[in-house]
Each structure stands twice: as structure tokens, then as C-alpha cells.
């Protein structure tokens, strides 16, 4: 099992950039498709992006597709989802997820950094 660490969530304004991080150990990192998915107050938590194992193919739910970015790091165990123009609805804890490229098992779940977006 991937350990999977997250970091870099903060209270931010509407409109402000923020970028959050995941560090990866335990496991061979580009064994991993990676995403990130987020969880508001009272909801289910939803996928939000995911990047193939080499960093080629990316995912975004429409919400956000076109103001966050996904990228990976494999030779230091990163990933990162750059937020742009963030909006109040985009508030929500954030988690990192890691799943086995090839069978698209999830292999497990980060903690969790929240963001908060204020209007």
C-alpha cells in the first residue's frame, strides 16, 4: 500500500490561486494512477481530477475543468492540483487517491487538507 500525504490547504478568497500538494511513499509511485477527490460539509466526496501514471492523460470534472490543474512528479513521489480562480463552491476537504494503473484497483486514501474559499 501507497502512503499518500496531504498539504497545503488554507482559508483563500474567492479568486485566489492555491496550490495543493501529495507526497507518496511505501510503493513504487508510477505504479499509480493518482487523483483527487473532495468531500464538502453533509456530501459525498467527488472525483475532482486524476493523471495517468506517466502525467499524459488527465481527467476533470466540468466544475472545474479549465481553472484546475493535475500534475505529477514521479521522481520525487509528488502530486499537485493547482487551483485557479477559486470559487466558494470549490470548498471542501481535498484528498489524494492513489489506484493501480492497470487494474484501476484503489490502493488507498490520503487524510485529507481542507480549503476554504470565502466569497
Known amino acids: 500500500q501507497v502512503q499518500l500525504v496531504e498539504s497545503g490547504g488554507k482559508l483563500v478568497q474567492a479568486g485566489d490561486s492555491l496550490t495543493l500538494s501529495c507526497a507518496a511513499s511505501?510503493?513504487?509511485?508510477?505504479?499509480?494512477?493518482l487523483g483527487w477527490f473532495r468531500q464538502a460539509p453533509g456530501q459525498e466526496r467527488d472525483f475532482v481530477a486524476s493523471?495517468?501514471?506517466?502525467?499524459?492523460?488527465?481527467h476533470y470534472i466540468d466544475s472545474v475543468n479549465g481553472r484546475f490543474t493535475i500534475s505529477r512528479d514521479n521522481a520525487k513521489n509528488m502530486v499537485y492540483l493547482l487551483m485557479n480562480s477559486l470559487k466558494p463552491e470549490d470548498t471542501a476537504v481535498y484528498y489524494c487517491?492513489?489506484?493501480?494503473?492497470?487494474?484501476?484497483?484503489?490502493?488507498?486514501w490520503g487524510q485529507g487538507t481542507q480549503v476554504t474559499v470565502s466569497s
Open positions: 511505501g510503493r513504487s509511485f508510477s505504479s499509480f494512477t
Open positions: 487517491e492513489a489506484r493501480f494503473r492497470e487494474s484501476g484497483h484503489r490502493d488507498s
Open positions: 493523471i495517468s501514471w506517466n502525467g499524459i492523460i488527465t
